[in-house]
């Protein structure tokens, strides 16, 4: 199974995820989306694709999502923000061939196995 997750290695559900992945047996591409960064157009089709708006996709925990009151923004102001701040985006999410899933909680990952 092609799988891929959108990885920071520093964070424990993220750690945990790619674990239940290889318990699964799959080996997933990882992609360090804190060094890659996002494009508008990555972070569009992704929430449509896991049926979530940028606000419900926020980090909402982040100290920077306080700081740049993103609780009063647009999805358009915080999609914008998430291009810029890529750590705006919680993690991980996890894609399959059968769909895409912000996998919070872990649970979720069973969804695309």
């Known amino acids: 199974m092609d799988a891929k997750i959108y990885h920071n290695p520093r964070c424990v559900t993220s750690r945990n995820a790619l674990a239940k992945l290889r318990d699964a047996g799959v080996e997933p591409e ?49 999609l914008d923000a998430m291009v810029e701040h890529p750590v705006l985006v919680e993690r991980p999410f996890v894609v399959t061939e059968k769909g895409t899933r912000l996998a919070r909680p872990l649970d979720k990952i069973d969804e695309l196995l």
Do not use: C, H
């Open 30 to 78: 990882i992609v360090k989306y804190l060094d890659t960064g996002w494009t508008r157009e990555q972070l569009t089709a992704m929430f449509d694709a896991a049926g979530l708006t940028p606000g419900q996709a926020a980090r909402k925990r982040e100290k920077l999502y306080k700081e740049m009151n993103l609780a009063e923004a647009s999805d358009e102001q915080i």
